[in-house]
């Protein structure tokens, strides 16, 4: 059993920036491929960004919306995963999830509660 508890959503004007944090409980964080997803009043959720560890790094993927100001990184010494969100616009206000996907050995899908983040002057 793996609990996401996000944190550092707020209120921020365009332009602006955010750094989010996912704090994760559990033992073999690094085996999980950790990601970022948004869901905007109306509208379905979208992956954002997501990364994985192996043996010689770490991986990410970003979607094209977000690509250039959005970092996504992991600290598996802290089993936590963060995503920098800079130069934010207000189409990306939405919550904010965290995910922890264990497909990859055949372990389960967790979710946070998610984190408001909204861009507005």
């Known amino acids: 059993q793996v609990q996401l508890v996000e944190s550092g959503g707020g209120l921020v004007q365009p332009g602006g920036s955010l750094r989010l944090s996912c704090a994760a409980s559990?033992?073999?964080?690094?085996?999980?491929?950790m990601g970022w997803y948004r869901q905007a009043p109306g509208k379905q959720r979208e992956l954002v960004a997501s990364?994985?560890?192996?043996?010689?790094?770490?991986?990410?993927n970003y979607a094209d919306s977000v690509k250039g100001r959005f970092t996504i990184s992991r600290d598996n010494a802290k089993n936590t995963v963060y995503l920098q969100m800079n130069s934010l616009k207000p189409e990306d206000t939405a919550v904010y999830y965290c995910?922890?996907?264990?497909?990859?050995?055949?372990?389960?899908?967790?979710w946070g509660q998610g984190t408001q983040v909204t861009v507005s002057s």
């Open positions: 990364i994985t560890t192996s043996g010689s790094g770490n991986f990410a």
């Open positions: 995910n922890a996907d264990g497909s990859r050995f055949q372990g389960n899908e967790y």
């Open positions: 559990g033992s073999i964080f690094r085996l999980y491929a």
